[in-house]
């Protein structure tokens, strides 16, 4: 599975920002697949996540409200809307995605593979 993030940048707070994450090498079979963050001298911290393979989602309470995960009909694009941006929003974002059996719950779930990574600077 390859994950590739790309529609990071630089916004003023309370603007918008969409992150997509292309992936190839997956399989029908359902995935967890979510949003990652983490700042210099962080853990990494859980945004969104979603099960593919029902569309159930969860957020981080941070984020609630804020952000949206979602992902396309053809099933090859994961995306990150978010809206009414922070400074603490501020983050190298990551999408990450893990095979059945998988959690979706973002504070638990646990991911083999992720992408590069795609910068989110709020200011």
């Known amino acids: 599975v390859q994950l590739v993030e790309s529609g990071g940048g630089s916004v003023q707070t309370g603007g918008s920002l969409k992150l997509s994450c292309t992936t190839s090498?997956?399989?029908?079979?359902?995935?967890?697949m979510a949003w990652f963050r983490q700042v210099p001298g962080a853990e990494r911290e859980g945004v969104a996540a979603?099960?593919?393979?029902?569309?159930?989602?969860d957020y981080a309470d941070s984020v609630k409200g804020r952000f949206t995960i979602s992902r396309d009909n053809a099933k090859t694009t994961l995306y990150l809307q978010m809206n009414n941006l922070k400074p603490e929003d501020t983050a190298m974002y990551y999408c990450a995605a893990e095979e059945t059996p998988c959690s979706y719950d973002v504070a638990v779930g646990e991911y083999s593979f992720w992408g590069q990574g795609t910068q989110v600077t709020v200011s």
């Open positions: 090498g997956t399989t029908d079979s359902g995935y967890c």
């Open positions: 979603i099960y593919t393979g029902g569309g159930s989602t």
